[in-house]
């Protein structure tokens, strides 16, 4: 999509491909059928162009007439894109750790990149004070009501797409924008008891501390490999929620996730970050086997499994192969 093709009330995300994974559904005892929701197919490459393009041109309405954000990339590359297609300028702050990949991708699209600090905390602290200045507009990657309302488009789709009601969702934690859209998209619905398997990478779990304190869990650092969910908290609004809806939270190495992502890279030919290998470690590395022996998910067999196929930019095949060589994981 090009400026001059873009209509001022016209989404900036694409309806994504819902496809049944054969591979996938293997690893599910009693033959669910499980399909796997390609957000990888967006025009900014992830999911996260649903709300920061929802919350880009919300900010734009207002008179804004500059956007900053902060990413460790692929919110910086929607916040780029967006703001590209709706032509206002934008600056994307991204900590030292931001693959270069992405860097190019937040230029190509027009943005201006500034690299502060060594973590995304940092670069958020930066972009959160620049945006105090008058006409400047902060989009945050999932701290935002708008930013969960896009999101929670997603849900609308998967509605219209799958055979039946899902018996399970599956997605990756990083700030909680994700989660907290296709949890508002579920109440829209009325499908509030689907239950939803939330993943991390452990060195990037706040969300399943948190949620075992009762409370916000601030990590000092992120040491995970998937740094795509590498923010320190989450939003202050997910446990707010939390006792209204079925949410399970678990946990895997970083082994485990690049595992995953070498996996799909042959079953589904498509590359994904170590963010999303977490999401498919629910299926590859047998936790919703697990969560159905424990009782924890007794209906996962009475309709169709969605995994979310979040997306990500910090990939290509010579990155797989030195997370499998860091992580003495095979690699074909």
């Not at 930066?126 to 896009?150: D, M, Q, R, T, V």
């Not at 700030?175 to 239950?195: I, N, S, T, Y």
């Not at 070498?262 to 047998?286: M, N, Q, R, W």
Request: charged share 20%.
């Amino acid at each position: 999509m090009n400026s001059h093709d873009y209509e001022e009330n016209e989404p900036l995300h694409f309806v994504t491909p819902l496809k049944y994974s054969k591979a996938l559904s293997e690893f599910i005892p009693g033959a669910t059928e499980l399909y796997i929701k390609l957000e990888n197919c967006q025009p900014s490459g992830s999911y996260k162009i649903r709300g920061v393009g929802r919350l880009a041109r919300k900010l734009k309405e207002r008179g804004c007439q500059q956007l900053v954000s902060a990413s460790g990339g692929n919110a910086g590359v929607a916040a780029a894109y967006a703001s590209r297609i709706i032509d206002i300028p934008c600056t994307v702050y991204v900590p030292q750790s931001t693959e270069p990949a992405c860097i190019k991708l937040i230029k190509d699209n027009g943005a201006q990149v500034k690299i502060v600090g060594s973590s995304y905390s940092m670069a958020e602290e930066i972009a959160i004070k620049e945006a105090e200045n008058p006409g400047i507009g902060f989009l945050s990657p999932y701290n935002h009501a708008e930013i969960w309302a896009g999101n929670s488009t997603m849900m609308d789709e998967l509605k219209v797409q799958l055979p039946s009601k899902p018996s399970t969702i599956v997605l990756s934690v990083g700030g909680g924008g994700l989660l907290l859209g296709v949890l508002k998209g579920l109440e829209r619905l009325g499908w509030q008891d689907v239950p939803v398997v939330a993943m991390e990478t452990f060195g990037a779990h706040c969300f399943n501390l948190s949620v075992k304190a009762k409370k916000i869990v601030a990590l000092e650092k992120i040491t995970s490999i998937a740094k795509c969910l590498g923010a320190r908290t989450v939003a202050p609004h997910l446990l707010e929620i939390l006792p209204h809806f079925n949410i399970i939270s678990e946990v895997v190495t970083d082994a485990q996730a690049v595992r995953s992502c070498i996996k799909f890279a042959d079953d589904e030919h498509i590359l994904v970050e170590p963010g999303c290998g977490a999401t498919l470690s629910a299926v590859y590395c047998g936790v919703l086997e697990k969560l159905q022996t424990e009782g924890v998910l007794p209906h996962l067999t009475m309709g169709p499994v969605v995994v979310i196929v979040c997306g990500g930019n910090s990939v290509s095949l010579s990155l797989l192969k030195e997370w499998a060589e860091n992580f003495n994981v095979p690699f074909p």
